[in-house]
Structure formats: C-alpha cells, structure tokens
C-alpha cells in the first residue's frame, strides 16, 4: 500500500486540550509534512519538518520527526472548535508526496 | 504561498463521456505536478506524476489510457477522465511543487459524480 498509516484514526476532544496524532512512513523521505483537510475541501498544507530535523513549531503546532522509527507526531495545544477537520501527514521523497491513512479531529466548545 | 489553481470545483456528467480538468500553477513555474483522488471519509492516493514536456508516470493500478494527463507547459496540467463511469466519481485534486524538497501547494480539487 502506498499510504502510510496514521493513529488514531478519529479523536473526539473539548476546547483548550492538545490533540495528538502520529503517523508512519515506509519509505525514506526528504522532509514529511502536515496537512488539514475541511469536509470536501482542498488541502491547507501546515508544516514542514526536514529529514535532519526531529522537532519544529509553528504556533499553536508542534511536530517531531525520528527517522529512525520513520514516524511522526503532530501536537495541537490549546485547541479550537475551529481546529476540526481532518489531519494527514505526507512523506515527501523526491517530490512525491505519499500521504498517511489521516486523523479525524472534532474538537467541541 | 503559492497559488494553483484546479477547475472545475465540480462537474456532473453523464456514464460513457469524458471529462477534464485543468490544474494552473498562478505564480510560479512548476516542472513536476501531481495529480490525486480522494474517496469519501479516506486519504488521498495518488495517481500520476506530471512532468512538463514528457509523458507522466502513472502509480501501480492507474490506467493511463483512462486517466490522460497533458502538462503541455510549466504552468497548466490537465487529467482527462475518459469513458468516465459511476466507479470514477471521486475527488481529484492536483498539486504543484517547485522541486523536490519543497513545499507543495495544492488546488482545491474537482469533485466529480458520473451518473
């Protein structure tokens, strides 16, 4: 299969906590990257962390990345009912993006 | 960040005709885009690699003499789904990168629904 796998598959959590989401990759990669999905839209690329990297933030985002495990994790802290949408990860090798199984988040006022 | 534009957003068309839809990279140039589907509530898979001026190269599984893909110059890319059938409806978004290692910048997809 091309897609990697993503954990856990659909989080359900209320205002102001941290979500949590991790990924698994199968191939080597150049730099893997995060994305948002809304219901039936586009993507909305968040971060990207580069194979030499292990930790990056943006805002209220944290990722970490250890190759050796080939896997990643996404932290949202503070959430928001805003935050609600689907969340995949993408293994980037050579340009070709390989996305993971992806994270359903609901977060409720 | 970049902009790429897809078009159209949806289209509904009739089983046995043949669509296609345009993927535009709006302010850069970009050598390789990609073209996915996306079924409902699953990941995007994707299906073909585009690459400017040569044939594209198809994932394992994808027919390239139904998924036609022409990316004729650095800015525009098209995928035709010919002889489209119901099974076809999908989600199809294209992406845009500027070369490997960066970010990519994706369309927001074509919904289609063959009935």
């Known amino acids: 299969s091309q897609q990697g796998e993503e954990d856990p598959q659909a989080l359900s959590i209320q205002e102001g906590e941290n979500a949590t989401m991790n990924c698994s990759y199968k191939t080597s990669i150049n730099n893997l990257q995060w994305y948002r999905q809304n219901s039936g839209r586009g993507l909305v690329h968040l971060i990207l962390?580069?194979?030499?990297?292990r930790e990056k933030h943006s805002g209220r985002l944290r990722v970490t990345l250890d190759t050796s495990k080939k896997s990643s994790s996404l932290l949202i802290t503070a959430s928001r009912a805003a935050d609600t949408a689907s969340y995949f990860c993408a293994s980037d090798s050579w340009g070709k993006l390989q996305f993971g199984a992806g994270t359903q988040v609901v977060v409720t006022p | 960040g970049a902009v790429v534009s897809q078009h159209p957003s949806w289209v509904i068309c009739k089983s046995g005709t043949s669509v296609k839809i345009e993927c535009r990279s709006l302010d850069f140039q970009a050598t390789t885009m990609f073209w996915y589907r996306q079924f409902p509530k699953q990941s995007l898979m994707l299906m073909a690699t585009s690459n400017e001026g040569s044939k594209a190269t198809y994932e394992q599984g994808v027919e390239k003499d139904k998924f036609l893909i022409n990316h004729a110059s650095l800015t525009l890319s098209t995928l035709t789904v010919t002889s489209a059938h119901p099974e076809d409806s999908s989600f199809y978004i294209c992406?845009?990168?500027?070369?490997?290692?960066?970010?990519?910048?994706f369309g927001q997809g074509t919904r289609l629904t063959v009935v």
């Open positions: 992406s845009a990168s500027g070369g490997p290692g960066t970010e990519a910048f």
């Open positions: 962390i580069r194979s030499n990297e």
